[in-house]
């Protein structure tokens, strides 16, 4: 099934059928990745009086009360209502649509392989995802960029992550996101910043720029599987009707022709 789509002057045909999801599936019984050492997300059937909210012998019904950190547990989508002190909510930045996006994947360096630059301090063995990098994938505007950092193994659906396998962005790097006009930021990370800059996450305030019209969106914690190809894509991002900064969320990547 193909779906017509104009864009910027431009005609496209989507294949809908081509679409890759880069969600990490949600286990409430198993293991997640993880952030901070925070507690894993639960669900759990809800209580009351004689009711359990648990089907047993094909009798009653699930009715399960979930509890589960949004940004460290799993893939999440996040605008600017993060960092800033206003009703920012995600539900209503992140509106329904198609975005033309570019795939790509870079191998994170060592602080002390670049001359780039951070807003705190930070050590020789600290791992980022530098401007120069970017650069040799990147050639042309854009509205979303989904980042696939290698290796890419099948760890980071489970991962514990620290201080030191926790790579980030250099200043540099999401400056130059900004200036290629990416309103839609996907990385298999859990921040764009250093796991600790003193609080200041200076590179979300960097990319979401902290003024209106305040219409872009960070979706971190996505997992791109090696089966899809580094190249232009269409996304769509599904979010649940959340009044929060953030929600649980599932990108999709869709194949496209354009229409000569």
Wanted: proline content about 6%; hydrophobic content about 35%.
């Amino acid at each position: 099934m193909k779906l017509s789509v104009s864009q910027d002057h431009k005609n496209y045909q989507i294949d809908l059928t081509s679409a890759v999801c880069l969600a990490i599936p949600y286990d409430y019984h198993g293991s997640q990745p993880n952030f901070y050492d925070v507690p894993p997300g639960k669900a759990v059937p809800f209580q009351q009086h004689d009711f359990i909210g648990k089907v047993k012998n094909n009798n009653g019904c699930d009715v399960m009360i979930i509890n589960q950190n949004i940004h460290c547990t799993g893939t999440h989508t996040e605008c600017a209502g993060h960092i800033l002190e206003k009703d920012i909510y995600i539900h209503d930045v992140l509106l329904p649509g198609f975005i033309r996006t570019e795939l790509i994947s870079v191998t994170p360096r060592e602080w002390s392989e670049t001359n780039e630059s951070y807003h705190c301090d930070v050590n020789d063995d600290d791992w980022v995802i530098t401007k120069k990098e970017l650069e040799t994938k990147l050639f042309h505007s854009v509205y979303g960029l989904a980042l696939r950092t290698l290796p890419n193994t099948k760890e980071k659906l489970t991962r514990n992550y620290k201080a030191s396998n926790t790579a980030f962005f250099t200043m540099e790097a999401i400056t130059f996101l900004n200036n290629l006009g990416i309103k839609h930021l996907v990385v298999d990370l859990p921040t764009i910043d250093r796991t600790n800059d003193d609080g200041m996450l200076g590179n979300h305030h960097r990319f979401f720029e902290t003024k209106p019209p305040y219409n872009k969106t960070i979706t971190e914690f996505a997992f791109i599987p090696d089966s899809i190809e580094d190249g232009p894509y269409f996304m769509i991002i599904e979010i649940p009707a959340m009044q929060l900064d953030a929600a649980p969320s599932r990108p999709f990547l869709l194949k496209f022709e354009e229409n000569k």
